[in-house]
């Protein structure tokens, strides 16, 4: 009986740990275009068609006065690098890169927005 207890309390403990362990699944998903936000987390500029988008984590924005807009992803646009977080999918015989629902194309050393 004393061996019973034992084991249940053992296997509880365990239990308790592995739920705390538990692995979490963050989706992450493209902010709705219009999004109005203050600061943007280390931005990179990047000038398309004589216009300034900045690129953080995968979003794209437009400057508007102090704030920034989410943007569409413009079409032709290139960036150095992507997040390590990026899916890597053939599409048609062609290796593609999706990051937050932006497809990209690596060109180069370089990543390019295309449309699938």
Partial sequence: ??????I?????LVGTFSIAN???????VYP???????TVNKPRVVVHN???FYFSDGVWYRAQG??????AAPVGITVRRLPRARSVVMVNGRKLYKYRG???????????????
Avoid: D, E, P, S
Avoid at 8 to 12: E, G, K, N, S
Avoid at 66 to 71: H, M, P
């Fill in 22 to 28: 538990a692995q979490k699944t963050v989706v992450r």
């Fill in 8 to 12: 249940l309390m053992m296997l509880a």
């Fill in 50 to 52: 004589k216009t300034n």
């Fill in 66 to 71: 102090r704030n920034y807009v989410v943007a």
């Fill in 102 to 116: 932006v497809w990209y194309r690596k060109t180069g050393r370089n990543y390019i927005v295309v449309n699938v």
């Fill in 32 to 38: 709705k275009h219009g999004t109005v936000v203050k």
């Fill in 1 to 6: 009986m004393k061996n019973l207890k034992l």
